[in-house]
Each structure stands twice: as structure tokens, then as C-alpha cells.
């Protein structure tokens, strides 16, 4: 009997490779990438309908036995994982229960089948319909309310709608940069069986949301063999005043009470769904003065930026979900094995400007700053020459330069290592504009 397996990962580069490589169980393990992770990253070239052919040729070419087939990335990876799987018969969610997921619309609608006080008014328009305010507001929602594409990721292409003015620009918006996003997901949903009311709602549409906020926070989950798994939650931090992202901390801060509710919520809606032997994470407000939960979205798969908060407080990233599920065992999990007490993933951004970046931290800058605070992790995302607003990924106020990775013994400790280490990070910039 072989004592190995191989684990084909889609979009696999090396900074996940070594991640993976140090999951428990990695020593019986072989990981092969599917797709290069350039392809994955740019829909625009690099078709989701030639992708998914060019990872049928490689695996059909593989000669050994294929055990699972794995992904840790966003649309369009997890939407494509379903599809290879089913042909290739390893384990996943079916892509009908991953859609009732990552389809905006749909997912709506099932998690108001279940969980209705904890979903906030909605409805789907199209942003080429010159009369699409007036149909928003027929559905009953009126300023201040919040937009974005039927599939997102991130807070790409989404805006808070305070005038009409805010509207018509976040309208002119849409409709320019659209299409990267409808088009690929047009072609999975091809694959799919849908309900004719969402069939009609196909990627070029968005969704208009009543707004919600509060403490935003995420639990990492998975179901295996039917059993929903709550094992994280992952608090989310702004910066004041905009939606862009601040840090992600672990564990939550959340009321105990509060904890418990979202993890029921989650066990509800996961189950109605018929999502099964995959992971997941949900995100939630909780509305402190009203004492009110709301349910965000929901992410059908591990959250990249939680790995290493994971790896930090508990032991292992959680990539090992993914595995384990990949190859059909129920997850084996640390809980608090880890090197600190709290971890964090920054984001170190600059707001409402575009400009051309002149200088980034060099390597030996970097470096020394990792050595004086250990367990820290700086990754640029920009390079010199290159101008922010060709940065993919990125939410309709900001652009994150680095991200950094920390742990700490308590926040106090850790926010003050991050205010000393950012301070230290030299960006210059030239052509600025705003």
C-alpha cells in the first residue's frame, strides 16, 4: 500500500508550498500545483473555461493514483474546485451548494429561508439599467445603503450609497470594471444547476444591501460528513471613518455569549445550505447597541489571511482543514499550541490616492525588522516603478502596500509592536494624484 498522497493544490506558489510543508502529516504528502498562481490571479487573460481544460490535461497526464485536489484562494479557485473534482472523484462540496454560497443573490435568499432576522433587506439590480435607483427603491431600500457585484471578493468594487451622486458614480464604476468579474463567473455558472429567478441574476448583475455594522469578525468552520465545525473566530478591524481593513486579530474579543450565537447561526445555515466535507468562513457584525447579529457573507473556503494567526496562537495554519478534508479524513486541529497568546495580520495602506511607488523597504530593511520583532512576517505588495491603482485585489478607498504578520503576548503588546515596525517602513512615492 502506498504511503503517500498526492495532493494537487490550484494556484499553489511557494510561500504556501513551505506552509503547507509543515502541516502535520506533510511527511507522507506530495504537493503538485495546478495552474500557475498567475493565471488564477487574472481572469481578464486567462480564461476560467481554458484554465479548467488545462488542469483536466495535467492531471489526466499525471501517472500516479490523485487524492485530493485542494485550493486556499478565492474566486475563481473555489468556484473551479468542484468541477475538477467531481471529475476526478476526490472530495468536495457539490457546485451547487458552494453557489448557494458564493452567488450574492442566492445566498440571500437561502439564508433567509432559515435565519431571516439576522439578514438585512435586499435586493439585485442591474447597473446597466438607467432606471435601477428607482427599482432599488421600490424594493424598500432607501439612503444610505451599500452596493456590490452578485460575486466579490474582498470589498472589490463595493461602495456606500449616501446620494444619487453616489449612485451614478459607483454605477460608472461597475459598469467599467464589470466584466472581470461577471464574465468568468458566467462561465461556472454554465456548469451549474440553478433556479430559473436565479439564473436570471448572472454575474453582470450586483446587489443592494440594507447597512449593517458593528464589530465585524469571522468564523473559520467545515463540515464533514454533514457535522458543521466552528473552530476560530477571527476578529476584523478598521480603520476609523473608512471600510478599508486595519488588522485581523485571533482569537476574538467577542462576548462569550456572543461567540456562541454566531457558531449556532453558522451550524443553521451551513446545514440548510447542504454544504458538506469542505471548509468555510462566515462573516458577522455584531451591532453592540442593539445587541444584533447580522450575517455578512459567506467564503467557501479558509481564509489565506488567518493562516498564519492560526499557526501562531494554535500550532498549524489551517490549511490543515483544507488537506485533511481534501483527502476525506475528519480535521485534526490543534487548539492553542502556538507560540502567542494573540496574533494579527495587518495592513499597511495609503488612502484616496493613486500614485507611481519610487522606493519599498529593501531586503536587508526587512530583514532586520523580522529579526527585532520575532515571529513577524513582512510581505510588500508593491514594487518600485509601479503605480497603485494597477494593484489587483484591491477595495474601492485604499491601497495596502504590506501586509505584515505578528503575534504578541496580549493587544497592548501587540499594537505597540506594530506602530514601532510601521514607522520604520520607508515607501516614497512620485505622480501622486488626489
Same mark, same amino acid.
Given at each position: 500500500?502506498?504511503?503517500?498522497?498526492?495532493?494537487?493544490?490550484?494556484?499553489? !506558489?511557494?510561500? !504556501?508550498?513551505?506552509?503547507?510543508?509543515?502541516?502535520?502529516?506533510?511527511?507522507?504528502?506530495?504537493?503538485?500545483?495546478?495552474?500557475?498562481?498567475?493565471?488564477?490571479?487574472?481572469?481578464?487573460?486567462?480564461?476560467?473555461?481554458?484554465?479548467?481544460?488545462?488542469? $483536466? $490535461?495535467?492531471?489526466?497526464?499525471?501517472?500516479?493514483?490523485?487524492?485530493?485536489? @485542494?485550493?486556499?484562494?478565492?474566486?475563481?479557485?473555489?468556484?473551479?474546485?468542484?468541477?475538477?473534482?467531481?471529475?476526478?472523484? %476526490?472530495r468536495t462540496t457539490s457546485l451547487e451548494s458552494l453557489l448557494k454560497c458564493e452567488h450574492k443573490y442566492w445566498s440571500r435568499k437561502v439564508q433567509r429561508e432559515v435565519i431571516p432576522e439576522f439578514i438585512p433587506n435586499f435586493t439585485a439590480f442591474d447597473p446597466f439599467d438607467d432606471d435601477a435607483l428607482t427599482a432599488i427603491g421600490e424594493a424598500g431600500l432607501y439612503f444610505p445603503f451599500f452596493v456590490k457585484p452578485i460575486k466579490s471578493s474582498g470589498s472589490r468594487l463595493g461602495f456606500r450609497i449616501d446620494t444619487p451622486e453616489d449612485f451614478y458614480h459607483a454605477v460608472e464604476r461597475l459598469r467599467a470594471d464589470i466584466g472581470l468579474i461577471a464574465d468568468?463567473?458566467?462561465?461556472?455558472?454554465?456548469?451549474?444547476?440553478?433556479?430559473?429567478?436565479?439564473?436570471?441574476?448572472?454575474?453582470?448583475?450586483?446587489?443592494?444591501?440594507?447597512?449593517?455594522?458593528?464589530?465585524?469578525?469571522?468564523?473559520?468552520?467545515? @463540515?464533514?460528513?454533514?457535522?458543521?465545525?466552528?473552530?476560530?473566530?477571527?476578529?476584523?478591524?478598521? +480603520?476609523?471613518?473608512?471600510?478599508?481593513?486595519?488588522? +485581523?486579530?485571533?482569537?476574538?474579543?467577542?462576548?462569550?455569549?456572543?461567540?456562541?450565537?454566531?457558531?449556532?447561526?453558522?451550524?443553521?445555515?451551513?446545514?440548510?445550505?447542504?454544504?458538506? !466535507?469542505?471548509?468555510?468562513?462566515?462573516?458577522?457584525?455584531?451591532?453592540?447597541?442593539?445587541?444584533?447579529?447580522?450575517?455578512?457573507? *459567506?467564503?467557501?473556503?479558509?481564509?489565506?489571511?488567518?493562516?498564519?494567526?492560526?499557526?501562531?496562537?494554535?500550532?498549524?495554519?489551517?490549511?490543515?482543514?483544507?488537506?485533511?478534508?481534501?483527502?476525506?479524513?475528519?480535521?485534526?486541529?490543534? +487548539?492553542?499550541?502556538?507560540?502567542?497568546? *494573540?496574533?494579527?495580520?495587518?495592513?499597511?495602506?495609503?488612502?484616496?490616492?493613486?500614485? @507611481? @511607488?519610487?522606493?519599498?523597504?529593501?531586503?536587508?530593511?526587512?530583514?532586520?525588522?523580522?529579526?527585532?520583532?520575532?515571529?513577524?512576517?513582512?510581505?510588500?505588495?508593491?514594487?518600485?516603478?509601479?503605480?497603485?491603482? %494597477?494593484?489587483?485585489?484591491?477595495?474601492?478607498?485604499?491601497?495596502?502596500?504590506? +501586509?505584515?504578520?505578528?503575534?504578541?503576548?496580549?493587544? %497592548?503588546?501587540?499594537?505597540?509592536?506594530?506602530?514601532?515596525?510601521?514607522?520604520?517602513? !520607508?515607501?516614497?512615492?512620485?505622480?501622486?494624484?488626489?
Amino acid at each position: 500500500m502506498d504511503d503517500y498522497k498526492n495532493i494537487f493544490v490550484v494556484g499553489l !506558489n511557494d510561500f !504556501n508550498r513551505s506552509r503547507l510543508e509543515q502541516l502535520r502529516g506533510a511527511e507522507h504528502y506530495r504537493f503538485h500545483g495546478v495552474i500557475a498562481p498567475e493565471a488564477v490571479y487574472d481572469t481578464e487573460v486567462f480564461s476560467i473555461a481554458d484554465m479548467l481544460q488545462e488542469a $483536466t $490535461t495535467q492531471l489526466e497526464a499525471f501517472e500516479d493514483h490523485i487524492d485530493a485536489i @485542494v485550493g486556499y484562494m478565492d474566486f475563481p479557485v473555489s468556484t473551479m474546485l468542484p468541477i475538477l473534482c467531481e471529475r476526478f472523484g %476526490t472530495r468536495t462540496t457539490s457546485l451547487e451548494s458552494l453557489l448557494k454560497c458564493e452567488h450574492k443573490y442566492w445566498s440571500r435568499k437561502v439564508q433567509r429561508e432559515v435565519i431571516p432576522e439576522f439578514i438585512p433587506n435586499f435586493t439585485a439590480f442591474d447597473p446597466f439599467d438607467d432606471d435601477a435607483l428607482t427599482a432599488i427603491g421600490e424594493a424598500g431600500l432607501y439612503f444610505p445603503f451599500f452596493v456590490k457585484p452578485i460575486k466579490s471578493s474582498g470589498s472589490r468594487l463595493g461602495f456606500r450609497i449616501d446620494t444619487p451622486e453616489d449612485f451614478y458614480h459607483a454605477v460608472e464604476r461597475l459598469r467599467a470594471d464589470i466584466g472581470l468579474i461577471a464574465d468568468p463567473f458566467n462561465t461556472v455558472l454554465e456548469h451549474a444547476q440553478l433556479p430559473k429567478d436565479v439564473a436570471e441574476v448572472d454575474g453582470g448583475y450586483c446587489m443592494a444591501e440594507e447597512i449593517i455594522g458593528g464589530w465585524q469578525c469571522t468564523v473559520e468552520g467545515y @463540515v464533514y460528513e454533514g457535522d458543521v465545525v466552528s473552530y476560530g473566530i477571527v476578529d476584523s478591524l478598521r +480603520y476609523p471613518q473608512v471600510l478599508s481593513f486595519f488588522h +485581523y486579530r485571533y482569537p476574538s474579543g467577542l462576548p462569550k455569549k456572543i461567540q456562541d450565537k454566531i457558531i449556532e447561526l453558522t451550524d443553521k445555515v451551513m446545514t440548510h445550505i447542504g454544504y458538506d !466535507n469542505s471548509a468555510f468562513n462566515i462573516e458577522y457584525f455584531w451591532d453592540e447597541v442593539q445587541d444584533r447579529l447580522w450575517l455578512l457573507e *459567506i467564503n467557501t473556503r479558509i481564509s489565506q489571511s488567518h493562516c498564519d494567526l492560526f499557526e501562531k496562537v494554535d500550532g498549524v495554519s489551517n490549511q490543515q482543514i483544507t488537506v485533511d478534508l481534501g483527502l476525506g479524513k475528519r480535521p485534526d486541529m490543534p +487548539y492553542r499550541q502556538g507560540d502567542y497568546a *494573540i496574533g494579527a495580520k495587518f495592513f499597511y495602506r495609503v488612502f484616496f490616492v493613486d500614485a @507611481v @511607488v519610487t522606493r519599498v523597504p529593501s531586503r536587508e530593511e526587512i530583514d532586520a525588522l523580522q529579526q527585532e520583532f520575532p515571529g513577524t512576517l513582512i510581505a510588500l505588495q508593491v514594487e518600485e516603478g509601479q503605480r497603485l491603482s %494597477t494593484l489587483a485585489e484591491q477595495d474601492s478607498y485604499s491601497f495596502a502596500l504590506a +501586509y505584515i504578520w505578528t503575534g504578541a503576548k496580549d493587544e %497592548t503588546e501587540l499594537l505597540a509592536n506594530y506602530e514601532s515596525l510601521a514607522s520604520r517602513l !520607508n515607501f516614497e512615492f512620485d505622480e501622486i494624484i488626489g
